[in-house]
C-alpha cells in the first residue's frame, strides 16, 4: 500500500467512512502495534495513532525490504518519533504527552503537549481542557501545551484554525504560530498561513486580541498590534513586519442589530455613516464636511458592508478607499 492511499485510508477512518473491511484492517493494525509495547496514546485517536507510528507499520504491510526505503524518506521523523518511544518506553508508558520541536522557531522554543492534526478533508472541531474550540483546517496541526491551564494557556498551530477563545482574565490565551504569537482573554479569531508560505494573517470575529512577533533579545519591547473585531494583521515572518487593515468580509459587531436599523429616509450622510460605523465596529472618516450634509433615503439591509457604502457614495457621485484599519469617504458633497 502506497503512502497515498494509506493517509486517504486513515481520513476515511476519522469522517467514519470506512468499510466494515477497513475498519478491521485499520482495527488489527493499531492492535499489533500496541501489543509491540506502544500503549502510551489514549488520547489519541486509532488513525492519528497509526499515521506517527507508520515506521513501526511498514514491515507489517510490506515485509519487502526494498519497499521500505523510499516511505523512510518520506517519513524519517516518524520514523525518529518511534525510536525515541522505543529507547525510552519506561518514560511514554506512563506519559500521555509527547514533545515535539520547531525548526522554523527562531527562537529554538520547544513545543511539549497533545498534537492533533486533521488528516480529513473537512474542517475538524476540537475542544480543548478550558471549553475554548478549534476548527483545524485541512492538513493543520495543533498542540496543547502540557502545561495548559496552569499560568496560561498556550497552544502551538501548524496550517490554519479557527478559534473561539472561553473568557478568563487571569489566564490568557497564546496561539504560537512559529515566531508570530496571538495572544487574546476571550474572543474568536482566525489565523492562517497565506499562499507565499512565509506571511500570517490573524483576523478577529469578535473582542480583542494582541498580536506580536517573537525577536531576540527583545522581551520588554515587542513588535506588535491590537486588533479588534473586522480587523486583520498579516505579519512578515521574514521582515517581522505588522501591516494592519479590514477584512475581506466584515460583519456586523452586534448579531442583534435590528433590520429597521439600515432604513433610511431624507437622514444626513453623517448619521448614516455613524450607525453604519457603530454596527461593524469600523472608523469611518469623511473627508470632506461637506459630504456629511447631504440626505440619503434608501434601504440597505441585507447588503454587507462594502456594498452597503457602494450604494450609499453612489447617489452622491462619492468614493470610499480602506486605508490601514479605516475607511475613507471622498466627494464634493451634494447640490
Same mark, same amino acid.
Given at each position: ?35 509491540? !509495547? ?21 514491515? +507489517? ?26 529507547? #525510552?518506553?519506561?518514560?511514554?508508558? !506512563? *506519559?500521555?504527552?509527547? $514533545?515535539? #520541536? ?13 498534537? +492533533? ?8 472541531? %476540537?475542544?480543548?481542557?478550558?471549553? #475554548? $474550540? ?15 491551564? +496552569?499560568? @496560561?494557556?498556550?497552544?502551538?498551530? @501548524? ?8 473568557? *478568563? ?8 504560530? !512559529?515566531?508570530?504569537? /496571538? ?13 507565499? *508560505? ?29 486588533? /479588534?473585531?473586522?480587523?486583520?494583521? %498579516?505579519?512578515?515572518? &521574514?521582515?517581522? $513586519? ?33 450607525? %453604519? ?5 469600523? &472608523? ?7 459630504? +456629511? ?7 440597505? *439591509? ?5 456594498? @452597503? ?5 453612489? /447617489? ?5 478607499? $480602506?486605508?490601514? /484599519?479605516?475607511?475613507? %469617504?471622498?466627494?464634493? !458633497?451634494?447640490?
Amino acid at each position: 500500500m502506497s503512502k497515498e492511499k494509506y493517509q486517504a485510508l486513515l481520513a476515511k477512518y476519522l469522517n467514519g467512512e470506512c468499510s466494515d473491511e477497513e475498519r478491521a484492517l485499520l482495527d488489527q493494525w493499531y492492535e499489533a502495534l500496541r501489543s509491540d !509495547g506502544k500503549k502510551d496514546i489514549d488520547l489519541e485517536s486509532t488513525a492519528s495513532f497509526l499515521e506517527r507510528n507508520w515506521a513501526a507499520l511498514v514491515p +507489517k504491510i510490506h515485509p519487502e525490504p526494498e519497499q521500505v526505503k523510499p516511505l523512510f524518506q518520506w517519513w524519517r521523523w516518524i520514523a525518529a518519533a518511534s525510536l525515541v518511544l522505543a529507547i #525510552s518506553a519506561s518514560y511514554f508508558l !506512563g *506519559n500521555k504527552w509527547w $514533545t515535539v #520541536s520547531s525548526s522554523a522557531q527562531s527562537t529554538a522554543l520547544t513545543e511539549s503537549g497533545l498534537r +492533533k492534526t486533521n488528516f480529513s478533508p473537512r474542517p475538524q472541531t %476540537i475542544t480543548l481542557p478550558d471549553g #475554548s $474550540t478549534v476548527v483545524l483546517e485541512k492538513n493543520a496541526s495543533l498542540i496543547t501545551a502540557r502545561d495548559f491551564g +496552569k499560568q @496560561q494557556r498556550a497552544v502551538y498551530l @501548524q496550517g490554519g484554525a479557527f478559534f473561539s477563545v472561553k473568557p *478568563n482574565a487571569k489566564l490568557p490565551f497564546l496561539v504560537h504560530a !512559529g515566531d508570530v504569537v /496571538t495572544e487574546v482573554l476571550g474572543t474568536s479569531f482566525r489565523i492562517q498561513a497565506l499562499a507565499n *508560505n512565509r506571511d500570517i494573517e490573524v483576523s478577529v470575529n469578535t473582542g480583542r486580541v494582541s498580536v506580536y512577533t517573537l525577536e531576540k533579545d527583545k522581551v520588554k519591547k515587542r513588535n506588535g498590534v491590537i486588533l /479588534t473585531p473586522n480587523q486583520k494583521a %498579516i505579519i512578515s515572518t &521574514e521582515l517581522k $513586519t505588522i501591516q494592519q487593515g479590514i477584512v475581506e468580509r466584515p460583519t456586523l459587531v452586534d448579531k442583534g442589530i435590528p433590520e429597521s436599523s439600515f432604513i433610511f429616509e431624507e437622514t444626513t450622510f453623517d448619521q448614516v455613516l455613524k450607525s %453604519i460605523q457603530n454596527a461593524y465596529g469600523i &472608523e469611518i472618516v469623511v473627508v470632506n464636511p461637506a459630504v +456629511k450634509v447631504c440626505a440619503f433615503t434608501g434601504d440597505l *439591509n441585507g447588503l454587507e458592508l462594502f456594498p @452597503q457604502l457602494e450604494l450609499l457614495c453612489g /447617489t452622491i457621485n462619492a468614493k470610499f478607499e $480602506t486605508r490601514g /484599519t479605516a475607511i475613507f %469617504i471622498l466627494g464634493k !458633497g451634494c447640490d
